[in-house]
């Protein structure tokens, strides 16, 4: 059973910064992409990053591009996004989800395994 789990949220203040971890588990796939959306009270779900472990090609949403960086931990089932210079319309809640192919797709429906989420509050 594929299980997905997030942590790293909280509370940081504009400007500042904060990393994710992601780590998924309970499966043997060769290639596929782990990656994060994040959900803002009364908005819809949107595409923040994403990594492939073909060749460790990533991709970033053009709202964080720049200030967000995602990268593999000891092992490519783990994954860190590192978020730098916060702002208040980064406060949302951050899930981590995969899929069993190589290839990159910055749409939600993509993406059968999620995490619970863990919540990101940027303070003004």
């Known amino acids: 059973e594929v299980h997905v789990v997030e942590s790293g949220g909280g509370l940081v203040q504009v400007g500042g910064s904060l990393r994710l971890s992601c780590t998924a588990s309970g499966f043997r796939w060769d290639h596929y992409v782990i990656g994060w959306f994040r959900q803002a009270p009364g908005k819809e779900r949107e595409g923040v990053s994403w990594?492939?472990?073909?060749?460790?090609?990533?991709r970033y949403d053009d709202d964080v591009q720049g200030r967000f960086i995602i990268s593999y931990g000891s092992s490519k089932n783990t994954v860190y996004l590192q978020m730098n210079s916060l702002k208040p319309e980064d406060t949302a809640v951050y899930y981590c989800?995969?899929?069993?192919?190589?290839?990159?797709?910055?749409?939600?429906?993509?993406?059968?395994?999620w995490g619970q989420g863990t919540l990101v509050t940027v303070s003004s």
């Open positions: 990594i492939s472990s073909t060749d460790g090609s990533t």
């Open positions: 989800a995969a899929r069993d192919t190589g290839v990159i797709a910055p749409v939600a429906s993509m993406y059968d395994y």
